[in-house]
């Protein structure tokens, strides 16, 4: 079916305020990962799920940042409290798992935040 | 930690001309190594990949061939067109044994292609 999908494509808030971004997931990929990447950068990993749970949240900058995917498909980022230095262009991606690595990640069109 | 450094951009080519993208990666294992391609308004798509030293990726005219022994994996391509234009990404994944296949992205090379 459809390709990674994520809302909103853009996303403007105020400094300090909440913010949710939404991952919807190729249908039947047990993976999904959050990257950030910032202008002139390239993506930087966030956070993986392997089903429902966060296998590894490394990537995660500090305890503003959660990420839940509570049925094992769709998935969303929330940011508390946001600053000026998280805007960016938030990406997903899923995949379903190859033995001996070297899977694919099919990446969503991002959603870019702007921090006011 | 895992790292890919690759030359910086823009390179603009005129159409025809042989391209030749520069990546070198760090890793504390044997990765798989990937080209990712970003068109202007397009989301990221993978390119070509390989997952063993001396393996060769292809796609599209693009190749890039795994060097363990030089840690690189550059993109090549014979004859360019304005087509080809977009951000070009290297990146790696380590297999981690119970763990997810992260990338680790380089920061990017713009391709700018006239005619």
């Known amino acids: 079916g459809a390709g990674v999908s994520q809302t909103p494509s853009n996303k403007v808030t105020e400094k300090g305020k909440y913010v949710e971004l939404r991952c919807d997931p190729i249908?039947?990929?047990?993976?999904l990962y959050w990257y950030r990447q910032s202008l002139g950068q390239g993506p930087e990993f966030l956070i993986y799920?392997?089903?429902?749970?966060?296998?590894?949240d490394s990537g995660l900058p500090n305890d503003r940042f959660f990420a839940v995917r509570p049925e094992g498909s769709v998935s969303t980022l929330k940011i508390q409290r946001t600053e000026r230095g998280d805007s960016a262009v938030y990406l997903c991606?899923?995949?379903?798992?190859?033995?001996?690595?070297?899977?694919?990640?099919?990446f969503g069109a991002g959603t870019r935040l702007s921090v006011l | 930690g895992d790292s890919v450094t690759q030359m910086e951009g823009p390179v603009t080519l005129s159409e025809e001309a042989f391209l030749t993208i520069n990546c070198t990666y760090t890793?504390?294992?044997?990765?798989?190594l990937f080209w990712y391609v970003q068109y202007p308004g397009e989301g990221l798509q993978l390119l070509l990949k390989?997952?063993?030293?001396?393996d060769k990726g292809s796609n599209k005219g693009f190749e890039a061939t795994y060097r363990k022994e030089t840690t690189s994996f550059h993109l090549e391509k014979g004859s360019v067109q304005v087509s080809d234009s977009a951000v070009y990404f290297c990146?790696?994944?380590?297999?981690?044994?119970?763990?997810?296949?992260?990338?680790?992205f380089g920061t990017g090379t713009q391709l700018k292609v006239e005619l």
């Open positions: 390989a997952t063993k030293a001396d």
């Open positions: 990146a790696l994944s380590d297999h981690v044994t119970g763990g997810g296949n992260k990338l680790t």
């Open positions: 799920f392997q089903g429902t749970g966060a296998a590894d």
């Open positions: 991606a899923s995949s379903s798992p190859v033995a001996g690595g070297g899977n694919i990640q099919y």
């Open positions: 890793a504390t294992g044997y990765p798989s």
């Open positions: 249908s039947g990929h047990t993976a």
